[in-house]
């Protein structure tokens, strides 16, 4: 059974696994395809409308069925390699780990907010932003400067302890557990961090920067962790309902998969730790 | 709203990084014209997002209208143009706004969104979303 670990614990080994499987991704033209699938819910994905993989029920399981998708076409680069979580409680600087030249690489540069160090720097040639909101083709991060602060451990467990997993009218401005960790509603956790790293992160096309897949491995452990902590509570709405996904109702754009295959998460993979 | 206040200060920040950019700023926004209330962020757009602005930002043109309805824009009868390049934005259901560009961190009227996409451009052109 796979395990998903922290990136903090990760072994030098590990480390450049996951990051010569991404780059490897990128040089088989397979990557930008999850970039241009992500963006693509995300315009769509309307409060009054349709809404899928965002502002909805299902962010969380179309989400864990799309890090899956992705994950497993890493482990068919190298079959050993795991997506890693973030957990920005934990991990909350510029100057973490996780930004180091051995994973991610840094901030972007004052100015243009390019990315320069690490693997994934424009100037390295490996990791050219093809689908893209404009004209640059690199890169851009801006720590800490759309947001100041990453969300805290104190927030993420009132956010925890929220009974019930969603609310009518079941987007952008329910009540429950799925719109807090979301973040329009409460503190805010998924979308202030997104607005923390700023750059290619804060827009539609945010899987370009590959911390989009260490932040929401964390926000899928975060579900799992209630799950764990709420046995009674469950997925809603269980019945079906005009334009949201419901319980048993397949997900665009795999159209074979349900929430509800998508609750056990260790039939899948398991993580390290409890949060 | 806390984040609003924080990104108002450091649209002003960035500002002052440069003469150039700063004189722009503090000339103010050289508004075009066009229908709707103009130079006050506040209330260039009505709750409705129904007003009309046209103006220069840091030397970007950026113009926002209401949309034809059934327009193909989803999530908002509203557009928005930065150069004349079309920023998609969709309305959340308690009235704010996001671009593609700050598509986690809703802003209170289409203007203040098309301004801080001004922000996030750095001078980049949009491209149409492949
Ligand atoms: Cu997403
Ligand atoms: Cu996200």
């Not at chain 1, 799925?178 to 945010?206: D, I, K, P, Y």
Request: net charge neutral.
């Amino acid at each position: 059974m796979a395990v998903r670990k922290n990136q903090a614990t990760l072994t030098a080994k590990e480390k450049r696994d996951f990051v010569d499987a991404l780059l490897q991704l990128k040089r088989l033209g397979r990557y930008d395809a999850y970039v241009s699938t992500h963006n693509r819910f995300i315009v769509s994905d309307t409060d009054n409308g349709e809404r899928t993989g965002h502002r909805s029920p299902s962010f969380l399981p179309w989400h864990r069925k799309f890090l899956l998708q992705f994950e497993q076409d890493l482990q068919s680069v190298n079959p050993a390699v795991t997506l890693p979580y973030w957990d920005w409680t934990a991990d909350r600087t510029a100057t973490a780990g996780l930004w180091a030249d051995d994973l991610l690489g840094g901030n972007g540069r004052s100015g243009d907010n390019r990315v320069t160090t690490g693997p994934f720097a424009g100037a390295g040639g490996q990791w050219t932003i093809t689908v893209r909101p404009d004209s640059r083709d690199y890169l851009r991060r801006s720590l800490g400067t759309g947001v100041a602060q990453l969300p805290t451990r104190a927030e993420v467990e009132s956010v925890l302890a929220v009974q019930t997993y969603d609310a009518a009218p079941w987007n952008s401005s329910s009540a429950g557990f799925r719109n807090q960790l979301e973040g329009w509603r409460g503190v805010n956790l998924h979308n202030r961090v997104h607005v923390w790293v700023g750059g290619l992160m804060g827009t539609g096309m945010s899987p370009n920067d590959p911390v989009f897949w260490l932040h929401h491995c964390f926000i899928d452990k975060l579900w799992a962790e209630w799950q764990r902590r709420h046995p009674q509570q469950g997925y809603l709405p269980t019945a079906a309902t005009t334009n949201v996904v419901s319980l048993n109702t397949a997900m665009k754009p795999w159209n074979d998969t349900t929430p509800a295959d998508m609750l056990d998460h260790t039939r899948y993979y398991t993580y390290d730790s409890a949060f | 709203m806390p984040e609003a206040g924080h990104h108002a200060e450091l649209t002003r920040r960035r500002m002052l990084q440069g003469a150039g950019v700063a004189l722009t700023a503090a000339v103010g926004t050289a508004v075009l014209g066009l229908a709707g209330p103009t130079g006050t962020p506040a209330a260039a757009a009505g709750p409705g997002g129904h007003d009309t602005f046209d103006e220069v930002y840091r030397g970007r043109r950026i113009q926002g209208r209401p949309a034809a309805s059934g327009h193909h824009h989803h999530g908002a009868d509203y557009t928005v143009q930065v150069d004349g390049e079309e920023l998609h934005v969709m309305r959340n259901a308690d009235g704010t706004w996001i671009s593609v560009v700050n598509h986690y961190q809703p802003h209170q009227t289409p203007l203040a969104l098309a301004r801080a996409a001004v922000v996030e451009l750095q001078g980049a052109t949009l491209v149409p979303i492949a």
